[in-house]
């Protein structure tokens, strides 16, 4: 079965940390993988898309890694900003499915 | 600007009514998606349709339905045979090219009365 899990469901910090959060997945036959934001009552914000080829994508304070080999994927914030509390979520679009899953996502606190 | 327009951002539902979602894009995108949220969860996928006139059910079909008579447009419809219908519901588009993201709307709740 094609799953994707994230750990933890729910990280605290001071803000300045930079923090790393973590997806899983059980097949690595990928088209891609996406990393989004969504705050409270909203829909999702694209933050990330690396291509089953890549190995990392970078944006700003963001920083998407992708390793098929052991179906692992970390978005790293560098430098936290309360504005970056949020949920993270990554979905998986499967090569044969022609549909993606998402993890349950990472509730997010930065603390001022 | 382009994007997607779910409506309305809140909706009632009465015992043993069917109540409609409507999603409308205007990306040119092909694809298109509905999900549903609950509280604390992920994204699960109630249907999707890759074409005009053509859908496959994801993984919580049951209790839903779907039509694609137009690009633009996907409304989802969540019928009385769905017993727990409570949730925030997501409809996305994708253009088909794996070097884009999908791209959301903002969402419908969905509440019994």
């Known amino acids: 079965k094609q799953e994707v899990t994230q750990i933890p469901a729910a990280l605290s910090v001071p803000e300045g940390e930079n923090l790393v959060l973590n997806c899983s997945f059980t097949d690595s036959a990928i088209y891609n993988l996406q990393w989004f934001r969504q705050d409270p009552g909203k829909g999702l914000t694209s933050l990330l898309l690396?291509?089953?080829?890549?190995r990392e994508q970078t944006s700003g304070r963001l920083n998407a890694s992708l390793d098929k080999s052991s179906g692992r994927s970390t978005l790293y914030i560098a430098a936290s900003q309360p504005g970056d509390s949020a949920t993270y979520l990554c979905?998986?679009?499967?090569?044969?499915?022609?549909?993606?899953?998402f993890g349950d996502g990472t509730t997010l606190t930065v603390k001022p | 600007d382009g994007g997607i327009t779910q409506s309305p951002k809140y909706l009632f539902r009465k015992e043993g009514q069917n109540v409609t979602l409507s999603c409308e894009q205007n990306?040119?995108?092909?694809?298109m998606y509905w999900y549903r949220q609950d509280p604390g969860q992920g994204l699960r996928l109630i249907y999707y349709?890759?074409?005009?006139?053509?859908?496959q059910k994801g993984d919580i079909a049951e209790g839903y339905s779907v039509s694609r008579e137009k690009k633009e447009s996907f409304p989802l419809t969540v019928t009385s045979a769905q017993k727990n219908p409570t949730a925030f519901y997501l409809c996305?588009?994708?253009?088909?090219?794996?070097?884009?993201?999908?791209?959301f709307g903002d969402g419908t709740r969905l509440s019994i009365l």
């Open positions: 690396i291509q089953s080829s890549q």
């Open positions: 979905a998986v679009f499967w090569y044969n499915a022609g549909k993606s899953t």
């Open positions: 996305a588009s994708f253009k088909g090219d794996f070097n884009q993201p999908q791209h």
């Open positions: 990306l040119n995108h092909d694809a």
């Open positions: 349709s890759q074409i005009v006139n053509d859908f």
